[in-house]
């Protein structure tokens, strides 16, 4: 993504010139075949089991080929939950949901404006290979997705570590899998959704992604750009830099160092402390502060907690210990959410226990959620095909201390998370890789965020909007990953539902900014 300084680029090229890496994955040379191909599946729509869907939301199966270049072969099965328009009389049609990942669970559709569920169907779907979509698995203990997770290696011997540990479960997964593995690239899943898209009977595709799900869309747009009727990708993900890099060298890459959503999250860190120095209800700040002020003093919290963890005694008596990768994963996850409120009050009661270790106390603090049960998995199956990446898993951690300095922490958390591609068993044929600027029957929609989105740097979304073949951007200033219909931003909200229901875009160049600020109150009062 565009944000990565060039005097970290000219490094990463020197690195693959000495190293001499692999690239990940193929190049695609043929045209794969289309969804057009193969039978339209039949929905058997039914109201959902109590555990699958929200009250009054229907469940159904749409079977979808395997492989595409065998449209009447082996088929899998997609679950899909639908929420149904409130205004059935004046529907336009369906909504398609995907919150992101890759991997995270989609078939909950999630709540839209009550202007957009009036006229459309809401429609979300777990992916191919993931959540109750047929889920492909490394193993048969549940504890290989974690294994397949690296954290955040400091030590030599903890980087080794993390190899062996995700080198043997992708072995395993390679024995264990079973032929789907080979068939989980997102243009696979673009065109299971457009299969769907015909099946609910609309003939062109509305549809709402979020982080992961903007990659998905952009695939969409350029497998089908004909077939589009309003596509909103909110937190912009560079279809170039996911897949193969934009210069010579960049496929020999992680794909999670040349997407720099590392650089987003520090971009975010710095909004956050700024805001933080400029209020007092910010327990973080003090006297005089200011960002760089505040950026020290999280700098020297990180520096300690690399000697060793931190002792905090919570209220009750228990006491709890802080490890430098704990606080990481936990800044990182607030930045998300922008929970600034919970993670500044957490970073000065762990600046106190610096200062005074045996009077310290804690609140009970949110930790960071733990991911659902083989996301792991269905992350590295998705990434780990549609990505060039190095086949050498050492050179993961070489690119993630060259990122280090850029952001502390962030760099390595993030790039580490390629390490499964190294080592990973299977390809897909069938990837999608540009080009990128096919021209869509009607605009697409991208929101960036500009204040920080710690997962999709805003440099992405605006050059997105000039790689797509008919784009418009929308801009919004707020914390988080993710703005739309998150009741943070009635700009952003009402201009998505013009778009989605009239196909009505923003002027060039709007730009909305948030309710609240990070420590209002969710109320708006003082």
């Not at 202007?115 to 047929?134: H, L, W």
């Not at 009727?229 to 010579?248: F, H, N």
């Not at 950026?295 to 300690?304: G, I, S, W």
């Not at 210990?321 to 606080?327: G, I, M, P, S």
Request: charged share 20%; net charge negative; glycine share 10%.
């Amino acid at each position: 993504m565009g944000a990565r300084p060039s005097a970290v680029r000219r490094g990463a090229q020197a690195m693959v010139a000495a190293a001499g890496l692999i690239v990940g994955m193929p190049a695609v040379v043929e045209a794969a075949p289309n969804s057009d191909d193969a039978g339209v599946p039949v929905l058997n729509w039914a109201p959902c089991p109590i555990d699958d869907g929200p009250p009054g939301s229907e469940c159904a199966t749409a079977r979808v080929p395997l492989s595409y270049r065998d449209p009447r072969g082996p088929r899998i099965s997609i679950a899909l939950t639908k929420r149904l328009a409130t205004d059935p009389r004046h529907k336009i049609g369906t909504v398609f949901t995907n919150p992101g990942g890759p991997g995270s669970g989609g078939r909950i559709p999630p709540r839209l404006s009550p202007a957009v569920a009036a006229r459309f169907d809401i429609v979300g779907f777990d992916p191919r290979g993931t959540g109750a979509s047929e889920p492909v698995t490394c193993s048969d203990d549940p504890s290989d997705d974690a294994k397949l997770g690296p954290g955040l290696p400091v030590t030599d011997a903890e980087e080794t570590a993390a190899i062996q540990q995700v080198g043997a479960v992708t072995a395993r997964c390679a024995q264990h899998a079973g032929p789907l593995l080979g068939h989980m690239s997102t243009a696979n899943v673009a065109r299971d959704l457009d299969l769907v898209r015909r099946a609910v009977g609309d003939r062109q595709l509305t549809y709402v992604g979020t982080s992961y799900g903007t990659h998905l869309g952009e695939v969409y747009a350029n497998l089908f750009p004909q077939r589009v009727r309003a596509l909103v990708l909110d937190g912009v993900i560079q279809p170039e830099e996911w897949t193969t890099g934009t210069r010579p060298g960049e496929r020999d890459e992680p794909f999670t160092y040349r997407t720099g959503a590392y650089l987003g999250a520090q971009t975010a860190l710095r909004s956050l402390l700024r805001a933080c120095a400029a209020d007092t209800r910010c327990e973080f700040t003090e006297p005089g502060a200011t960002e760089q002020s505040l950026q020290r003093k999280y700098d020297d919290l990180l520096a300690t907690l690399r000697r060793g963890p931190i002792a905090l005694t919570g209220s009750p008596g228990e006491q709890e210990k802080v490890t430098y990768q704990e606080l990481v994963q936990r800044v990182l996850s607030a930045l998300y959410s922008g929970d600034a409120e919970g993670i500044t009050g957490f970073l000065q009661r762990l600046h106190l226990a610096t200062q005074h270790p045996v009077a310290t106390t804690v609140a009970v603090t949110g930790r960071a959620d733990e991911p659902q049960r083989a996301f792991n998995t269905w992350f590295a199956a998705v990434a780990c095909t549609d990505t060039d990446n190095p086949r050498d898993p050492r050179a993961v951690g070489r690119f993630a201390r060259l990122a280090e300095p850029a952001a502390p922490g962030f760099a390595s958390i993030r790039v580490y998370q390629a390490l499964p591609c190294a080592t990973w068993p299977a390809t897909d044929p069938d990837r999608y890789t540009g080009p990128w600027n096919r021209p869509t029957a009607n605009p697409v929609l991208l929101i960036g965020d500009r204040l920080g989105d710690p997962a999709t740097p805003y440099e992405d979304a605006v050059a997105t909007s000039h790689l797509l073949g008919n784009a418009r951007l929308l801009t919004a200033d707020q914390f988080g990953h993710g703005v739309v219909y998150d009741g943070r931003n009635k700009c952003i909200d009402s201009r998505v539902d013009d778009y989605l229901i009239g196909r009505t875009l923003p002027p060039e160049g709007t730009v909305c900014a948030a309710d609240r600020g990070p420590f209002d109150p969710a109320n708006g009062s003082r």
